[in-house]
């Protein structure tokens, strides 16, 4: 079984900065993808970041140039840098990986999420 499991959320002035982390744990062989997701509440899920195995990146485009998403794979974990948090980011974060458990079996896990809320 895997486990992902974030933190770092928190309450935080608009302008300001968090940094969220997602550690996995549990029967890992590889992790592949890592992605982070948030939702607020009424709206639809949403991609926010998403790093490869070997440490690409891509970003929708209302964070770009605010967030920065990396990982450290001897540590099974992601990182969602933010700064320059606006209210609208206000949200429930959370953490998506594709996860090999041996060589060839794979699932798409996900964490419990992390309250961001940004003030005005």
């Known amino acids: 079984q895997v486990q992902l499991v974030e933190s770092g959320g928190d309450l935080v002035q608009a302008g300001g900065s968090l940094r969220l982390s997602c550690v996995a744990s549990g029967r890992i062989f590889a992790i592949n993808a890592m992605r982070w997701y948030r939702q607020a509440p009424g709206k639809q899920r949403e991609l926010v970041a998403g790093?490869?195995?070997?440490?690409?990146?891509d970003y929708v485009d209302f964070v770009k140039g605010r967030f920065a998403i990396s990982r450290d794979n001897a540590k099974n974990t992601a990182y969602l840098q933010m700064n320059s948090l606006k209210p609208e980011d206000t949200a429930t974060y959370y953490c998506?990986?594709?996860?090999?458990?041996?060589?060839?079996?794979?699932?798409?896990?996900w964490g419990q999420g992390t309250q961001v809320t940004v003030s005005s």
């Open positions: 790093i490869t195995s070997d440490g690409r990146t």
């Open positions: 998506n990986a594709d996860v090999f458990i041996d060589r060839s079996i794979s699932g798409r896990y």
